[in-house]
């Protein structure tokens, strides 16, 4: 059971690449305004890599627990992506696995953990506050509205569709934001108007990860 755990991550690993592919253009563009230009090139190195080592951990004689699926690919992920969002991703991709741990089952309850620590992870790492027009503009939100519909009872599949349209609707809103973190600070104001790349493709995987999870 714990195996077929781990290929589930894997799968769900293969649809956060799927997106990432589909939307890496775009990502660069949006970085180029006032970045340096690399994040769809970024996320597509680090989601590659990512998915090459659960991928192999997975084919492993008996197969790989999700702790281990997600450990290997956040490393991988962290290593070869380079640049901020990279680290970031890929030591929150190892903080939920490491909560979600190796069991032969998880409940709501797991989810919303794995939830938690992802985001711990990044605000821990990056320090980004709330405004600063980063990822963590998505990805609070993302928290609160998962956690606030799971707490109030909604199953793990209808809060996390909750959450990513939470997160699509605060990465849209992050074009009013000024960058006060990150590479883009020294061009502020050409960002103005322009949604944080980092925040739009935190929102695109959640948004995928949710339907993929669907019933
Ligand atoms: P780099 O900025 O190193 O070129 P990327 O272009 O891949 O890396 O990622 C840029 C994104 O990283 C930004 O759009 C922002 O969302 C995110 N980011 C930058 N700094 C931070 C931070 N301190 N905390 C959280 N996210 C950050
Ligand atoms: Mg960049
Ligand atoms: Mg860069």
Known sequence: AAAALGRLAVELLGQVRDVVVEHE????????????????IGMRRGVDAAVAAARQAAANDGGASVARILTVAGEAW???????????????VIAAGLALGNRDSYSGEDAAAAVTAFTDAITALG????????????????????????????????????AAASATAAADRTAE???????ARPLAEKSLGHPDPGAVSFALIATRISA???P
Not at 78 to 92: D, P, Y
């Open 127 to 162: 320090k980004a506050e709330p405004g600063d027009k980063t990822m963590v503009d998505a990805l609070l939100p993302f928290r609160d509205a998962f956690l606030t519909a799971f707490d109030a009872g909604t199953p793990v599949a209808a809060s996390l569709a909750a």
């Open 78 to 92: 962290s290593e070869r992506a380079g640049g901020t969002s990279g680290a970031l991703w890929g030591s929150a």
């Open 177 to 183: 934001l000024r960058p006060l973190k990150g590479r």
């Open 25 to 40: 253009e775009e990502l660069g563009r949006l970085d180029a305004i006032a970045g340096d230009g690399d994040h769809g």
């Open 212 to 214: 993929h999870i669907s």
